[in-house]
């Protein structure tokens, strides 16, 4: 693919385990085909060093269609990297002190190579003498919109697109502008829009910690286990589960005294504000909410 030809020049995919970017499907699934000798194909891809002692993610590239991801990078400066799946890659920006979801907060975003889609799913260690050295987190993702009439790649060769994003942490509408004055022609600004998801105190070191795994860049760095489950349930993958309509009612849980509170990384706990509960409940496009 001929726009990640910058993206595997700076790379050495023996040194790094960052993606290489060749197994890239361009629609649709990649079947793996069983090798002539009986092993898995697996066996037969080149060997990356050193190998990540976690694998993060099992999704395909063809699923990351419409994938936002923001990976917080210490590498020489620290630096977040916004990147927007678009036209089968990620198109990529290095943010120097990341996205912000307050309005007054232009943030500069200097575009860089555009990524292989799976790259979205890295996070972890590059050693020591690569390009971009340090830990990666991937310190948020989710799935975008573009706004306007115009697509995606006709808003960025005109140097303004407005999107919106739907992840852990970034939320609503958003615009990037490509400075005209811009010496590199590489500088743009991200600004978040004025929407209910502004948020005028917002302070980037509030929101830290990884979307995928729930640790920090020490952790990371460290190596140690993710605190949090890494792919979000799947309904087909629910041992049991079969298709039915949704239920008419559901008793909400209740809860119970105990003697002491516990700790458990599945469990969240939050202030108890009395008040009325309400069930919320869209089917058929149609939204409903009960007491
Ligand atoms: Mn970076």
Known sequence: MAKLEEYKRKRRFDRTPEPSGESEPVTGKVQDKPSPAGKPAAAGRRTRLPKPKLQLEVRSAAE??????????????????????????LKSWAVPKGPSQSHA???????????????ANFEGKIPEGN???????????????VEGNLDALKQLEKGEIKFS????????????????????????????????????????????????????????KEELPPKRPLIPIRPEELQGAHRSSIPSKIEPMLATLSDRPFSDPNWLFEIKWDGVRAMARIENGALAVRS
């Open 165 to 220: 994003l739907n992840g852990e942490k970034l939320r609503g509408s958003f615009v990037l502008v490509k400075l005209k004055q811009s010496e590199k022609g590489n500088e743009w600004l991200m600004i978040k829009h004025k929407d209910s998801a502004e948020d005028s105190s917002w302070n980037i070191d509030e929101h830290d910690g990884s979307a995928l795994t729930g640790r920090t860049l020490e952790e990371i």
């Open 131 to 145: 390009y971009g050295a340090g830990t990666v987190m991937i310190w948020d993702r989710g799935t975008f919109h």
């Open 105 to 119: 907060d232009k943030r500069l975003a200097v575009q860089t190579e555009d990524h292989p889609l799976d790259y």
């Open 64 to 89: 990351h269609g419409n994938t936002f991801v923001v990976q917080k990078h210490r590498a020489t400066r620290l630096h977040y990297d916004f990147r927007l799946a678009i036209d089968g890659t």
